[in-house]
C-alpha cells in the first residue's frame, strides 16, 4: 500500500466512522415518563461527572411505548424511565429492552425490585398505602387491604378506576400471592364499599377523604406526602385532618411498586445508557430520584426529605413486581367481570 492510498483510507476512516460515533458517544437520548422538576438535577450531575450529555423526550408512559414500538431501529432512543413495573412489563411484552448485565445493578437493586434477566431497574419505590379521615375512623379500625371489604365500611370507601394501572398492578399482586378467586372475591368486595363511581386520580381521593365525601381512600403514598410537603395553605388543609396507614404490616407487608427504566433494544449509545442506569444507584443520584416524586430510595440509607423519612419505617411486601405484570391481564379481566368501573 502506497502513501497515498493509506492517507486516503486513514482520512475516510476519520471523517466516515469515527467521528459519528464520537458525537454519539456524547449524548444519551431518554424518553421518559417522569417529569419533576428535581430529575433536571440528576441529568445536569451525570453530565458534568461523565461529560455525556442527555437529552430527553417526556410523555406520558404508555403513550411513550407506542412511538418507541412504531420507532423501532429508527428511534433515538436509548433509554426508558416509566413508572410502574406493570408498564415496564408492557415495555418488556412489546419486545422493546435490551438485557443488561451489570454487577452495580444487581448489587445495588433488590432483587424483586428488577427484570429477572436485566431487562429494566426499579430505583424508586412507592406503597399503595390508606388514607383516613381521623374524625371519623379510628387508626385501629382498619389495618389490611382485606379490611377495605368488611361491610362496615359500606358507602365510605373512594378508589380511582380499574383502567388505571396501580390499581391492575395491586390485584395482580394478590391474584399473584393468593390466587385469582381470592383476588376476585377481594374486588367484589371493594366495589360493594365504594362511596361514588371512581373518578379523578389519586389526589382527588384524598380530597374526596377531607371533603367527607368518603372515609378512607386507597392512593399511592407520593401523592399524600406531596400535599403534606405543600408549600400551599388548600394543600395542607386537605391533610390536617387525614392520616395514612401501610396496609399488612401483621401480615405479608404493604404493596410496593417502582420508578424505573431499561436499556432500549436499538439504543445507539448502549454503553452510555448503562453507565446512566449504574449513575442512579449513586447515593446522590438515588436521594433526587426518590426525592423529585417523594418516593423511597432502592439502596439503603439514602436521607430524602423529613415527611417521607418519617413514613419510611414500615414492611413491604417481597414479591417480584414483575408479577404484576404477569398477570396484569387476569387482573383487567377479574375488574371487568365484576363491573368494576
Ligand atoms: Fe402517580
Redesign the pocket.
Given at each position: 500500500m502506497n502513501n497515498k492510498i493509506l492517507f486516503a483510507l486513514l482520512i475516510s476512516i476519520v471523517f466516515s466512522g469515527v467521528r459519528p460515533a464520537i458525537a454519539e458517544d456524547s449524548t444519551l437520548h431518554i424518553y421518559s415518563s417522569r417529569h419533576y422538576n428535581t430529575d433536571e438535577k440528576l441529568y445536569t450531575d451525570f453530565t458534568k461527572q461523565t461529560g455525556i450529555e442527555v437529552k430527553r423526550v417526556d410523555g406520558k408512559g404508555d403513550a411513550l411505548i407506542v412511538r418507541l414500538e412504531q420507532e423501532q431501529e429508527l428511534s433515538s432512543a436509548d433509554l426508558f424511565i416509566t413508572?410502574d413495573s406493570g408498564r415496564l412489563w408492557r415495555a418488556e411484552q412489546a419486545g422493546l429492552f435490551d438485557k443488561i448485565q451489570s454487577d452495580v445493578l444487581d448489587k445495588a437493586i433488590p432483587e424483586n425490585l428488577r427484570h429477572p434477566e436485566g431487562q429494566w431497574f426499579g430505583f424508586s419505590s412507592r406503597a399503595r398505602v390508606l388514607v383516613y379521615n381521623k374524625d371519623k375512623v379510628n387508626a385501629g379500625d382498619i389495618a389490611t387491604y382485606q379490611g377495605l371489604t368488611d361491610p362496615k365500611w359500606k358507602g365510605r370507601v373512594c378508589v380511582r378506576s380499574s383502567g388505571n394501572i396501580?390499581n391492575q398492578s395491586l390485584l395482580a399482586s394478590m391474584i399473584a400471592q393468593e390466587g385469582e378467586e381470592t383476588a376476585k372475591i377481594w374486588a367484589k368486595g371493594l366495589l360493594n364499599n365504594l362511596a361514588r363511581k371512581p373518578q379523578g386520580?389519586?389526589t382527588d381521593q384524598i380530597k374526596a377523604v377531607a371533603a367527607g365525601i368518603c372515609d378512607i381512600a386507597l392512593v399511592?403514598s407520593?401523592?399524600f406526602f406531596r400535599l403534606q410537603r405543600s408549600e400551599n395553605a388548600d394543600d395542607l388543609a386537605v391533610v390536617e385532618n387525614l392520616d395514612l396507614i401501610f396496609p399488612d404490616q401483621n401480615d405479608k407487608g404493604t404493596h410496593i411498586n417502582i420508578s424505573g427504566a431499561g436499556v432500549l433494544k436499538h439504543a445507539k449509545n448502549k454503553e452510555a445508557a448503562v453507565k446512566f442506569l449504574e449513575y442512579l444507584t449513586s447515593e446522590e443520584a438515588q436521594a433526587y430520584f426518590a426525592d423529585g416524586n417523594n418516593e423511597y430510595p432502592v439502596i439503603q440509607n439514602v436521607q430524602v426529605n423529613d415527611i417521607v423519612e418519617k413514613q419510611k419505617n414500615f414492611k413491604k411486601q417481597h414479591v417480584s413486581v414483575r408479577e404484576f405484570g404477569v398477570y396484569q391481564k387476569k387482573a383487567k379481566m377479574i375488574f371487568d367481570e365484576i363491573g368494576f368501573p
Open positions: 413508572v396501580y386520580g389519586d399511592n407520593y401523592y
